[in-house]
T-cell receptor, first 116, second 116 residues
Framework: AQKVTQAQTEISVVEKEDVTLDCVYETRDTTYYLFWYKQPPSGELVFLIR??????QNEISGRYSWNFQKSTSSFNFTITASQVVDSAVYFCALSEATAAGNKLTFGGGTRVLVKP | AAGVIQSPRHLIKEKRETATLKCYPI?????VYWYQQGPGQDPQFLISFYEKMQSDKGSIPDRFSAQQFSDYHSELNMSSLELGDSALYFC???????????????FGAGSRLTVL
């Protein structure tokens, strides 16, 4: 069975600081997919990024960057120069390549509070 | 672009009553998922449908049932409501179930159920 752990329950930073969210996952599959979703105070879940287990290339997209390390089963996410609008709960999620489809297993979420 | 539409957005029921939530997936998406998110919790997978057939089942209580109709919309029926059923219920949709695990789930804004 798969499991996703986000050890940080809440992070508080001042605007313009960088913030890194940790995510550690467990799976017995060799093919799997990792995601980050953002849940702002309004409540909806917004897709941020997807990575497959064969693509360890790290990526930067604007102020967001991701660090995928298969050796440590980690998929960390960094917001550079944080802004107040980044305040939200961030969920890391795992999807295994099963015949049943794309069911996501979420971590417990990390609440990010960016203060002006 | 069209998104996943959920209704109602808010619902208040008494214990032991019945509630029905509706979900309209993104046009041409063939898979629908239901998730339950309790207060301060991560979303938990309930059930999914592919081409109107149940494709996977998670921690869905026996009091709950769901189906996907010919127009691909889905309904989640909850009976004998309990206080613990108070939660945010998300519907998500994706395209091409054959790409197991890879596809991005697009979530609706959620339906908040309060059981008094």
């Amino acid at each position: 069975a798969q499991k996703v752990t986000q050890a940080q329950t809440e992070i508080s930073v001042v605007e313009k600081e960088d913030v890194t969210l940790d995510c550690v996952y467990e799976t017995r599959d060799t093919t799997y997919y990792l995601f980050w979703y953002k849940q702002p105070p309004s409540g909806e879940l917004v897709f941020l990024i997807r990575r497959n287990s064969f693509d360890e290339q790290n990526e930067i997209s604007g102020r967001y960057s991701w660090n995928f390390q298969k050796s440590t089963s980690s998929f960390n996410f960094t917001i550079t120069a944080s802004q107040v609008v980044d305040s939200a709960v961030y969920f890391c999620a795992l999807s295994e390549a099963t015949a049943a489809g794309n069911k996501l297993t979420f971590g417990g979420g990390t609440r990010v509070l960016v203060k002006p | 672009a069209a998104g996943v539409i959920q209704s109602p957005r808010h619902l208040i029921k008494e214990k032991r009553e019945t509630a029905t939530l509706k979900c309209y997936p993104i046009p041409r998406h063939d898979t629908v998922y239901w998730y339950q998110q309790g207060p301060g919790q991560d979303p938990q997978f309930l059930i999914s449908f592919y081409e109107k057939m149940q494709s996977d089942k998670g921690s869905i209580p026996d009091r709950f049932s769901a189906q996907q109709f010919s127009d691909y919309h889905s309904e989640l029926n909850m009976s004998s409501l309990e206080l613990g059923d108070s939660a945010l219920y998300f519907c998500a949709s994706s395209l091409d179930r054959a790409s197991s695990g890879a596809n991005v789930l697009t979530f609706g804004a959620g339906s908040r159920l309060t059981v008094l």
